[in-house]
C-alpha cells in the first residue's frame, strides 16, 4: 500500500473521530443546559408564576363580602379585641383553599395552597399541598404542608433560613392566619409523626395550634425530610383588612 494511501486512511479515521468527539461534546453541552433549565431557570419561572397565580386568588377574595368574625366567649371587655378563628372545611384533592406569605422570603411570596401532597395533582402543578386528615388553619391541631425544595417553583427552597419568630401567614377567604416558627427538625421519610395533631406525640392533642411544614432534604435528595415547627399567633378576619405580620422580615 502507498503512503499516499496510508495517510489517507489514517486521516480518514481521524475525521470519524473527530466528529463523534464534536457530538458527545454538544449532547454534553445539551445535557448540562437542560440541568441548568431544570434546576434554576426553570424553577425561577415556575416560582414567579406561583406567586402571581397566589396574589391573583388573594385579590379574588379581597372582592368578595367578609364573613362576620364570631367574638372569642368570655373575654375580659377592657382587652383588645379578639375573635375566635373560622375554620374551613378541608379542601378536596388538588383544590386551592389558601395562599401561604413567608415575609422572610420577600414581599412577593405567596404561594397557592391546596389540598392534597401527590406530585402530579398539587406539588407540581400548584404548589404547596396540605396533608389530608390534619387540621385546617386555625384550628386546634397541626396544619401539615408539604413543598418541594427544589424544582416545580421550589416553594421552600429557603425553608432552612428561617428565624425564631418569623411569621408565617397564611391567607384564606376568611382571613389570614399567622404562625410563628420555632425550630427546624430533620427525620428520616418514615417518621410520619410530625404530622400529627401534636407534632412527633401520639396522645391525646393538647388544645394548641401548630404549623408544620416539611420539605425533602438535603438538596436534591430524597434521603431526609426538613421539617419547620410553627405556632399559631393570631387571626385577622378579612373585614379588619390584611395584618401587620405581612410586613416583610428585616
Known sequence: MSETATRRRAGG???VFGVLGE?????????????????????AIQGAQNNAAGAELSQ???????PEPTPVEGQPEE??????????????????FGVMWIPRF?????????????RAVTLDPIGI??????????EVGNVAVAAHRTTYGAPFHRIAELQVGDAIVIETEDGWYTYRFRTLEYVTPTQVEVIQSVPQV????????????????PMFSLAERIVAYSVFDSFQPRADGPPATLETEA
Open 106 to 118: 420577600g414581599a412577593d411570596y405567596a404561594v397557592p395552597m391546596a389540598g392534597g401532597v401527590s
Open 60 to 66: 379574588e377574595w379581597e372582592a368578595l363580602p367578609a
Open 13 to 15: 479515521g481521524a475525521t
Open 129 to 138: 399541598g396540605h396533608y389530608p386528615g390534619t387540621a385546617m388553619p386555625g
Open 79 to 96: 382587652e383588645p379585641a379578639e375573635v375566635e378563628p373560622i375554620v374551613a372545611e378541608e379542601p378536596g384533592d388538588g383544590e386551592r
Open 202 to 217: 401520639s396522645e391525646t392533642p393538647d388544645g394548641e395550634r401548630y404549623l408544620t411544614m416539611t420539605s425533602c432534604s
Open 23 to 43: 457530538i458527545l461534546i454538544t449532547i454534553g453541552v445539551l445535557v448540562l443546559l437542560y440541568v441548568v433549565w431544570q434546576l434554576w431557570v426553570g424553577d
